[in-house]
């Protein structure tokens, strides 16, 4: 009498073998969860320093000059009309998120995720962040842009590390 073998033993652990290796590949290819937990602090970035610039945005709307800090554009009334012809008075403060936001002042914002201003001239302001990966993006941005998934950038790329966007009032 013969025996056939019993090939169920050899085939899960082959089947095993396939299903680690697509995980890896997937890992490799899309990036692990540190990667994507990584990709959302820096969209975090990404939006503080758009606040930043809101703020800024709006001070600069009653003063015609940029304000020497973060603070003080806080502190500062604007209008937030899109519209020339009318006014929206406000305080450039509701502008900010509710959370306390720590802008350093000048250019090397030292830890991930943290952002900065500078004064560049009386109608230009430099917000610069910190950030843990690098975007490639496109060229047709030529300012501070917001592109899915929530990245900033400037012209083609962000580098890691610090970035800096330099951003005209208006």
Do not use: W
């Amino acid at each position: 009498m013969t025996r056939s073998r019993d090939l169920g033993p050899v085939l899960a652990i082959a089947g095993a073998a396939v299903a680690v290796a697509a995980i890896i590949a997937g890992f490799i290819v899309v990036g692990g969860p540190g990667n994507a937990r990584d990709i959302r602090l820096d969209e975090q970035t990404s939006q503080h320093m758009l606040e930043i610039v809101r703020v800024a945005q709006c001070a600069f709307s009653n003063s015609r000059t940029a304000a020497a800090t973060y603070e003080a554009a806080l502190r500062s009334r604007g209008n937030i009309s899109q519209d020339p012809k009318t006014t929206e008075e406000v305080e450039c403060a509701t502008l900010a998120s509710q959370g306390q936001l720590n802008v350093l002042q000048g250019r090397t914002p030292p830890e991930f995720g943290d952002v900065s201003y500078d004064v560049v001239a009386p109608d230009r302001i430099a917000v610069c962040g910190n950030f843990r990966t690098a975007y490639e993006g496109g060229a047709e941005c030529t300012e501070l842009c917001l592109r899915p998934p929530g990245h900033m950038e400037l012209g083609n790329s962000r580098s890691v590390g610090i970035n800096c966007f330099e951003q005209p009032l208006r």
